[in-house]
Nanobody
């Protein structure tokens, strides 16, 4: 089992920044592929950013490329999502997720085995 707890959400004006954190506990953190997803009201959960299965690459949905950065600190068993130049359309509940390597794909929500409870990000115009 892997437990994930997100933090760092909040209300920010358009153009501002936030850094989300996801603290993982349980099985060996470094072995898991980590990703971030988000879900806006009335919409399906969507991919935001993730690591490749071996951690050598990162993937981003087109709308956040150049603005968001995913990173991880294995010593702290934490994955981060730095969000710059935030837009009102970035408003959503953001979820951290973990999956075993070698299964599925980093951008597919159904590939992930473990999820956090989510943290709300609200961007005002």
């Amino acid at each position: 089992q892997v437990q994930l707890v997100e933090s760092g959400g909040g209300v920010v004006q358009a153009g501002g920044s936030l850094r989300l954190s996801c603290l993982a506990s349980g099985r060996i953190f470094s072995r898991y592929v980590m990703g971030w997803f988000r879900q806006a009201p009335g919409k399906e959960r969507e991919f935001v950013a993730a690591f490749s299965w071996n951690g050598d690459s990162t993937y981003y949905t087109d709308s956040v490329k150049g603005r968001f950065t995913i990173s991880r600190d294995n010593a702290k068993t934490t994955v981060y999502l730095l969000m710059n130049s935030l837009r009102p359309e970035d408003t959503a509940v953001y979820y951290c997720a973990a999956r075993a390597p070698g299964t599925g794909s980093s951008w597919n929500v159904d590939s992930y085995d473990y999820w956090g409870q989510g943290t709300q990000v609200t961007v005002s115009s």
